[in-house]
């Protein structure tokens, strides 16, 4: 059963760093792809970051420059580091693995959450 626990959330000043940890029950190379998604209550689940299981990266454009997405292979771990953290990077941050297994057919696994609240 496939298992995704966040941890590393927590409360931190403008301008402040956090690292977000994500545990997976499963080997990560079974996903073509993991990340992070966010959202702000009252608003729609927005997508962070993720990486492939080739490593190549990709980014919303809000977080460009100041957050960075990694994995572990061999501890099945994802990472988002973040820098430089904005009022407006507040919200719960959720882990996501995807399976694609054709154009029109993929799966996607979430964690439960973490939250990361920014003060100016």
């Not at 927590?10 to 080997?27: D, K, Y």
Request: glycine share 10%; hydrophobic share 30%.
């Amino acid at each position: 059963q496939v298992q995704l626990v966040e941890s590393g959330g927590g409360s931190v000043q403008a301008g402040g760093s956090l690292r977000l940890s994500c545990a997976v029950s499963v080997s990560i190379f079974s996903f073509n792809a993991t990340g992070w998604h966010r959202q702000d209550p009252g608003q729609e689940r927005e997508f962070v970051a993720s990486i492939t299981s080739g490593g190549f990266t990709n980014y919303a454009d809000s977080v460009k420059g100041r957050f960075t997405v990694s994995r572990d292979n061999a501890k099945n771990m994802v990472y988002l580091q973040m820098n430089s953290l904005k009022s407006e990077d507040t919200a719960v941050y959720y882990c996501a693995a995807d399976r694609v297994y054709g154009p029109t057919l993929s799966e996607r696994y979430w964690g439960q959450g973490t939250q990361v609240t920014v003060s100016s």
